[in-house]
Antibody, heavy 121, light 107 residues
Framework: EVQLVQSGAEVKKPGESLKLSCKGS????????IAWVRQMPGKGLECMGI????????RYSPSFQGQVTISADKSISTAYLQWSSLKASDAAMYYC??????????????WGQGTMVTVSS | DIQMTQSPSTLSASVGDRVTITCRAS??????LAWYQQKPGKAPNLLIY???SLESGVPSRFSGSGSGTEFTLTISSLQPDDFATYYC?????????FGQGTKLEIK
């Protein structure tokens, strides 16, 4: 079964660092792009960026460029989303998602279960 | 960046109703448009791709149409399980912008 399994919920303080993970299984992880999607409380979906684990080619949406870092370790089939210094406004649910097919420009066919991030002093 | 605008933001309807949700793109995206359903606390679920292709396993009461800048999602006869939030998304560029969502509520 093709699936993405995300790391558990996090509670952090402003200024702290954080790294979320998304582990793929049931397919060739290196050969498919992985996207990260933010959903702030009660709000819609925003694509933050996308990475190709095979060569770590990464594309950020303009709103998120410089705010987060997306990376991947193909040896352990895991993609990451990280912050160096969290803000209260980073509190959200974060999903990883895999587009259909080997290209980046395709529908998000497989989704992780989501990781809730709470940021509060 | 391509902007996606959905209407309405909220839709109240009854079981058995036919409903239509509209999504407009700020520039032409051909048919590179998807529709997703999201229920509270769950990840989105793909319903429609390439504007009008029904994803495997999705009931046939869901249908999509449109091209260029204007698209619609239609549910022909609402079922209790359909009350959820619906999002359109373009996949024409790496920004993958979503619409702001349409919450379908029980009247």
């Amino acid at each position: 079964e093709v699936q993405l399994v995300q790391s558990g919920a996090e509670v952090k303080k402003p200024g702290e660092s954080l790294k979320l993970s998304c582990k793929g299984s049931g397919y060739s992880f290196s050969s498919y792009w992985i996207a990260w999607v933010r959903q702030m409380p009660g709000k819609g979906l925003e694509c933050m960026g996308i990475i190709y684990p095979g060569d770590s080619d990464t594309r950020y949406s303009p709103s998120f460029q410089g705010q987060v870092t997306i990376s991947a370790d193909k040896s352990i089939s895991t993609a990451y989303l990280q912050w160096s210094s969290l803000k209260a406004s980073d509190a959200a649910m974060y999903y990883c998602a895999r587009p259909r097919g080997n290209g980046a420009l395709n529908v998000f066919e497989i989704w992780g279960q989501g990781t809730m991030v709470t940021v509060s002093s | 960046d391509i902007q996606m605008t959905q209407s309405p933001s909220t839709l109240s309807a009854s079981v058995g109703d036919r409903v239509t949700i509209t999504c407009r793109a700020s520039q032409s995206i051909s048919t590179w448009l998807a529709w997703y359903q999201q229920k509270p606390g769950k990840a989105p679920n793909l319903l429609i791709y390439k504007a009008s292709s029904l994803e495997s396993g999705v009931p046939s009461r869901f249908s999509g149409s449109g091209s260029g800048t204007e698209f619609t999602l239609t549910i022909s006869s609402l079922q209790p399980d359909d009350f959820a939030t619906y999002y359109c998304q373009h996949y024409n560029t790496h920004s993958y912008t979503f619409g702001q969502g349409t919450k379908l509520e029980i009247k």
